[in-house]
């Protein structure tokens, strides 16, 4: 592994919320496009409700009191669909979700109230509607951006495309990586948004379908302009690939995701499988760890509590592992009030704003995670001590310094009488901050009178 360069130390203290923009709040109707749907239409593909940018920035006081310190974003650039992926213009706010000037002052306003803001790099593809593409159609070979895509035949097709495109989507032309003047465009477009807006970051959309050298440049790009900004790939199956300290700060961890999610959620996996995979995933990322961006569910994902079987229990376990492990947590847009929503396109369901309609028991555990994340360092830069694997229950302990917290995890029966050893530790009060339950600890040992099935506890010193 190479030398880590420039991983910004900020992101270890740092609670992420991700945000799909068309569906999160509706603060201007009067950018909303024609053809918009009222708030709460069952989502499609080609649905649009009307959120945008001020819908961001008048919630930013609900991010910031439910604990939220930095948002990611999925693309907020011109584009045709409701997902922004399919870009028209790089170098301008989609109008459907506000201006520059909006954009501005959503940064500006979210820093002062500390928090930070990643948007999207969609590099690999842009839309059909993006204006050199729309060059080549027009021109064919005679049009200066023709080297700018993988094209078949001419004249361009896109029923079926004879042009290489994302995924086999006519609308997603791939941009020819290869060539240079596409590659200065990128670049350019990435330093004039962190120079204009003064955005913390990028998350890289489908990164592997790049050729790894230019996510170099990009690296290089982007730390001359702000060191600590935070860069981190889409990455679902092979994480290591981008954690060499010369592309990535981090990956979205997907891979820790399926373990939490098939320890607490599926029942697929023991307590001694996931602390096993846990620990060894923690070892392969080394000095990255702290800052790896993890998560239960994203725009490209079922809901968490729809996984669950709207069993809010098992959400709350998976919460627990998340917010207690190592890695900056992060939170899909109302799953912290239980939303629910199979995948893609269901999984983009417009943000809950009724409480009376939230999911109090998820949200107040949540909440409490959140809070307690914040109180403790341990949580945030500590190490991580296993305890206890058995019968499906797992205890682990995060340390730093003389701060520690304990966690237990029980997603199978009802245990009883638990005994979990804290190595170092003499007589001692603990509470747990989910249910506010007092354990003693003597000679070194905490003694579990009764954990119920799918419980978790969250135990720190009482008089610390």
């Not at 809010?312 to 109302?334: D, E, H, W």
Request: charge should be negative; aromatic fraction near 12%; include cysteine.
């Amino acid at each position: 592994m190479n030398k880590c360069i420039n991983i910004p130390e900020w992101v270890k203290d740092t609670i992420f919320y991700q945000i799909f923009p068309e569906r999160f709040a509706n603060g201007d109707p009067n950018n909303d496009p024609a053809w918009v749907q009222p708030w709460g239409t069952p989502p499609s593909s080609q649905t649009f409700m009307g959120g945008d940018l001020q819908g961001i920035l008048d919630h930013l006081p609900y991010l910031r009191e439910l604990g939220i310190n930095a948002i990611y974003t999925t693309p907020i650039f011109a584009a045709r669909s409701n997902h922004k992926y399919d870009t028209s213009d790089y170098y301008k706010v989609d109008p459907a979700f506000g201006d520059l000037e909006l954009l501005k002052k959503l940064v500006n306003t979210a820093h002062d109230q500390g928090i930070r803001i990643i948007l999207d790099a969609v590099f690999n593809h842009c839309g059909d509607g993006f204006w050199a593409f729309q060059d080549v159609m027009k021109k064919g070979k005679s049009s200066q951006y023709y080297d700018w895509f993988q094209l078949g035949d001419l004249p361009v097709k896109q029923d079926p495309p004879n042009y290489q495109t994302c995924g086999g989507a006519s609308f997603l032309p791939k941009l020819n990586m290869n060539n240079p003047q596409v590659r200065r465009y990128l670049l350019d477009v990435t330093a004039y948004w962190l120079k204009e807006t003064g955005i913390d970051g990028w998350r890289l959309d489908v990164p592997w379908k790049v050729p790894l050298d230019f996510w170099r440049e990009f690296r290089q790009t982007v730390k001359s302009i702000r060191s600590d900004a935070y860069i981190v790939a889409e990455s679902w199956r092979d994480p290591l690939y981008w954690l060499q300290g010369d592309t990535c700060d981090a990956v979205m961890n997907y891979p820790y995701r399926d373990y939490i999610l098939d320890y607490c959620v599926r029942d697929a996996m023991d307590a001694e499988d996931f602390d096993h995979f846990t620990r060894r995933l923690l070892t392969e990322y080394g000095v990255f760890a702290p800052v790896q961006l993890n998560l239960l569910g994203s725009h490209d994902t079922t809901r968490l509590l729809t996984l669950c079987r709207e069993n809010s229990a098992r959400a709350i376990l998976a919460f627990l592992c998340m917010l207690t492990g190592v890695g900056a947590p992060m939170i899909y847009y109302g799953d912290e009030n239980g939303m629910s929503g199979e995948n893609d396109p269901d999984c983009r369901r417009c943000m809950e704003w009724d409480p009376e309609k939230w999911n109090d028991t998820i949200r107040s555990a949540v909440q409490k995670l959140i809070s307690l994340r914040h109180a403790h360092p341990a949580l945030r830069a500590g190490s991580y001590e296993s305890l206890l694997t058995f019968n499906g229950v797992y205890a682990f302990r995060r340390i730093l310094n003389d701060d520690q917290v304990v966690v237990v995890v029980n997603p199978r029966n009802m245990q009883e009488k638990l005994c979990i050893n804290l190595h170092g530790m003499g007589d001692c009060d603990w509470v747990d901050v989910l249910s506010n339950q007092h354990y003693t600890c003597n000679a070194g040992q905490i003694t579990i009178p009764k954990l119920e099935a799918q419980q978790g506890l969250a135990l720190i010193l009482l008089n610390r």
